[in-house]
């Protein structure tokens, strides 16, 4: 009877959770292997098994974070019956999360690639496709509401989903140079009173 493969030694999920935690820390270029593994409780070589290499671990981890701490943006954008409940959602349910004690704060696929080098190009660009889809969900969801006739019609949805996308990624960089809820609550409301322009 042919022997079974070892097993790991360790859950993957759980050691590719903390991986993400550090990423979102520190972002791709200051997370060190060292630092990957001593969170991971890994080797090296378990790790490349198990993972790839350090940009294959970092994506894993961007596609996990998008699965979990970070899928209030679709959530609202999919579940919200108006697209002004949709946004209002977007930014109040991402304001608390990136205040939530216990968590780095701000948004990974926003601050985990902002310092750019020609190293990390491809990291840069994974983590700009990632946003950009998030404005393109964003221009979606405001053009049903047009078809639906709650905005307008004529109502720039291209540039909204820009203004809403930039202050999305805006209100993640304030909360990680320590800007609280109660702060970035304030931003919002003004945020809102432009897509408040727009409602029939």
């Known amino acids: 009877m042919a022997q079974r493969g070892r097993p790991r030694a360790f859950d993957r999920d759980v050691a590719l959770r903390r991986a ?16 990957l593994t001593a969170a991971m409780n890994i080797n090296s070589p378990s790790l490349y098994a198990a993972f790839g290499d ?5 994506r894993a981890a961007v596609e996990l974070y998008g699965r979990t701490d970070g899928s ?3 959530r609202a ?4 019956p108006t697209a002004y409940g ?4 977007m930014l109040r349910d991402n304001v608390a999360a990136y205040t939530t004690e216990g968590v780095p704060p701000g948004c990974m696929v926003v601050l985990a690639g902002a310092t750019y080098t020609p190293r990390n190009a491809s990291v840069s660009e994974f983590l700009a496709a990632a946003r950009r889809h998030t ?8 053009d049903r509401g047009v078809s639906d006739g709650e ?10 989903a820009t203004f809403y996308s930039t ?3 805006g209100l993640s960089i304030q909360a990680r140079d320590g800007a609280g809820r109660d702060e970035l609550d304030t931003a919002v409301d003004q945020a809102l009173t432009v897509l408040a322009g727009a409602r029939r």
Not at 86 to 89: C, M, P, T
């Open 20 to 35: 993400m935690e550090v990423f979102w820390r520190l972002g791709y270029d200051g997370a060190s292997m060292a630092d």
């Open 54 to 58: 350090k940009e294959a671990l970092f």
């Open 72 to 74: 209030l943006t679709t």
């Open 77 to 80: 954008l999919r579940e919200e």
């Open 86 to 89: 949709a946004i209002r959602a």
């Open 135 to 142: 404005a393109d969900d964003i221009r979606v969801r405001l």
């Open 151 to 160: 905005l307008a019609a004529g109502t720039d949805t291209t540039a909204l």
């Open 167 to 169: 202050v999305l990624f």
